[in-house]
């Protein structure tokens, strides 16, 4: 007698509250991801929105975004580097370095902007490719060989200048990238379009991970992630469309900054390599365990090279972002705090310094919690002293929680 083959069933999709309960049990575990950058974030806009209701504002809501954005974008790459274990501290410099490449193209040679943007950011993966190869052709540990280019990029960026003149920016397109807005019209038609992407691809992997037999996730919590990025986007989007100027008879202010669709597609863009691509997996796997990861037969050195190939570009667009907010180009660009708010930025958002751990949109958030840290306690008359000290105790507390959440994972087993 012959036996009746069924089919295999597809593993039931688990429901809303199950999930629920499944990322309070990780959180428990040590796994936190983003919580507190998010929690944090929450708190510093209550404090200061109570304490100066001029943060709430739309014309500073705008300038949260723009000021921010540069440190954000160099955040974004050095996420790469540091789930890797490694560390960039060239990568300010970096795009000092950039950004004065792009200058003297526009301003002294006349070149158009796609030459002058596209050297600007060839010159940020040539600076990657020159460290990654030191760091893993070598063997020179990346602290001593960024904290090298971070000294000689700063004579870099003075030859470039000519020893310490201003190079003014000129052309309409680089200025426009954070000083212009776009029509109220495309930013509700570029919300629209994002999130119904967003829908698409959610119900997309779902129905995929079920015909292959996969546990999927359930239509409620495709529901709840689609409804929150379409509230706070449109919240956003809505905001920034208000009217912000002091006289709109004589110049109106309105509209979703360009900067702003400019890091979603980065952020879409580097969020598919690292989670979508055999690259990110092998990001990922060399931070976790290099050494496993070559017995596995992953190119751990080309990793590492492309890496910081993608920290470094990823610095010229913050380096050409901050050119375009400044209007020029100084000995000062890339230096001062940019370094140090980019890294707190990536840390902050829930990246680990140890490597193995981190998402591109953590240097977002935490870039967030930066420009909201630096802007209220600006706008509540705090000093210059002040806002290191508090950037700093934050910076701290984020490399506590990240180290305490290791400990507690690889107790639990989650690690």
Same mark, same amino acid.
Request: hydrophobic letters at 55%; a positive charge; proline letters at 4%.
């Given at each position: 007698m012959s036996a009746t083959l069924t089919p295999e069933k597809a593993p039931e999709a688990p429901s809303l509250s199950s999930n629920a309960r499944d990322?309070?049990?990780?959180?428990?575990?040590?796994?936190? +991801?983003?919580?507190? *950058?998010?929690?944090?974030?929450?708190?510093?806009?209550?404090?200061?929105?109570?304490?100066?209701?001029a943060f709430l504002t739309p014309i500073n809501f705008a300038n949260l975004f723009t000021q921010g954005a540069a440190v954000t974008v160099i955040a974004m790459g050095l996420v790469f580097v540091l789930l890797l274990g490694e560390i960039d501290l060239s990568a300010g410099f *970096? /795009?000092?370095?950039?950004?004065?490449?792009? $200058?003297?193209?526009?301003?002294?040679?006349?070149?158009?902007?796609?030459? +002058?943007?596209?050297?600007? #950011?060839l010159t940020g993966v040539v600076i990657g490719t020159v460290l990654g190869t030191l760091v893993a052709k070598l063997g020179i540990p990346s602290f001593v060989v960024t904290l $090298?280019?971070?000294?000689?990029?700063?004579?870099?960026?003075?030859?470039? !200048?000519?020893?310490?003149t201003n190079i003014s920016i000129r052309d309409e397109t680089i200025l426009a990238i954070a000083n212009q807005n776009l029509p109220p019209a495309l930013g509700w038609t570029l919300f629209v379009v994002g999130v119904a992407a967003y829908a698409a691809v959610q119900l997309l992997r779902a129905r995929r991970r079920s015909a292959r037999g996969l546990t999927a996730d359930p239509i409620s919590l495709?529901?709840?992630? !689609?409804?929150?990025? *379409?509230?706070?986007?449109? #919240? *956003?989007?809505?905001?920034?469309?208000?009217?912000?100027?002091?006289?709109?008879?004589?110049?109106?202010?309105?509209?979703?900054?360009?900067?702003v669709p400019l890091?979603?597609?980065?952020?879409?863009?580097?969020?598919?390599?690292?989670?979508?691509?055999?690259?990110?997996?092998? #990001?990922? $796997?060399? +931070?976790?365990?290099?050494?496993? $990861?070559?017995?596995?037969?992953?190119?751990?050195?080309? #990793?590492?090279?492309a890496a910081f190939m993608i920290c470094s570009g990823m610095a010229g667009v913050?380096?050409?972002? %901050?050119? /375009?907010? @400044?209007?020029?180009?100084?000995?000062?660009?890339?230096?001062?705090?940019?370094?140090?708010? %980019?890294? +707190? @930025?990536?840390?902050?958002?829930?990246? /680990?310094?140890?490597?193995?751990?981190?998402?591109?949109?953590?240097?977002?958030?935490?870039?967030?919690?930066?420009?909201?840290?630096?802007?209220?306690m600006g706008l509540m008359g705090y000093p210059a002293s002040v806002k290191f000290m508090v950037t700093g105790a934050v910076l701290l507390v984020a490399a506590g929680v990240d180290a305490l959440s290791r400990k507690r994972a690889s107790q639990s087993g989650l690690r």
């Amino acid at each position: 007698m012959s036996a009746t083959l069924t089919p295999e069933k597809a593993p039931e999709a688990p429901s809303l509250s199950s999930n629920a309960r499944d990322y309070l049990r990780r959180v428990r575990g040590g796994d936190m +991801g983003a919580l507190p *950058a998010v929690l944090g974030l929450i708190v510093l806009c209550t404090v200061f929105a109570i304490m100066r209701p001029a943060f709430l504002t739309p014309i500073n809501f705008a300038n949260l975004f723009t000021q921010g954005a540069a440190v954000t974008v160099i955040a974004m790459g050095l996420v790469f580097v540091l789930l890797l274990g490694e560390i960039d501290l060239s990568a300010g410099f *970096a /795009s000092g370095v950039c950004a004065a490449v792009l $200058a003297v193209l526009l301003t002294h040679l006349g070149y158009p902007w796609y030459v +002058g943007a596209g050297a600007a #950011i060839l010159t940020g993966v040539v600076i990657g490719t020159v460290l990654g190869t030191l760091v893993a052709k070598l063997g020179i540990p990346s602290f001593v060989v960024t904290l $090298a280019a971070f000294l000689a990029f700063q004579g870099v960026v003075l030859v470039l !200048v000519d020893e310490g003149t201003n190079i003014s920016i000129r052309d309409e397109t680089i200025l426009a990238i954070a000083n212009q807005n776009l029509p109220p019209a495309l930013g509700w038609t570029l919300f629209v379009v994002g999130v119904a992407a967003y829908a698409a691809v959610q119900l997309l992997r779902a129905r995929r991970r079920s015909a292959r037999g996969l546990t999927a996730d359930p239509i409620s919590l495709i529901a709840v992630r !689609v409804g929150t990025l *379409a509230v706070i986007g449109g #919240i *956003a989007v809505y905001v920034l469309n208000l009217e912000r100027s002091r006289n709109p008879a004589v110049a109106s202010l309105v509209g979703v900054p360009i900067v702003v669709p400019l890091i979603v597609l980065l952020l879409i863009l580097w969020t598919f390599v690292l989670r979508r691509t055999a690259f990110g997996r092998h #990001i990922y $796997a060399v +931070g976790g365990n290099a050494e496993a $990861a070559r017995r596995a037969g992953i190119p751990v050195d080309r #990793i590492k090279i492309a890496a910081f190939m993608i920290c470094s570009g990823m610095a010229g667009v913050g380096g050409i972002i %901050a050119a /375009s907010r @400044a209007s020029s180009v100084d000995p000062n660009t890339g230096g001062s705090n940019v370094l140090l708010f %980019a890294v +707190g @930025a990536a840390v902050i958002g829930g990246t /680990s310094l140890f490597g193995g751990k981190g998402r591109v949109l953590d240097a977002i958030l935490g870039g967030a919690v930066v420009a909201v840290i630096e802007n209220g306690m600006g706008l509540m008359g705090y000093p210059a002293s002040v806002k290191f000290m508090v950037t700093g105790a934050v910076l701290l507390v984020a490399a506590g929680v990240d180290a305490l959440s290791r400990k507690r994972a690889s107790q639990s087993g989650l690690r």
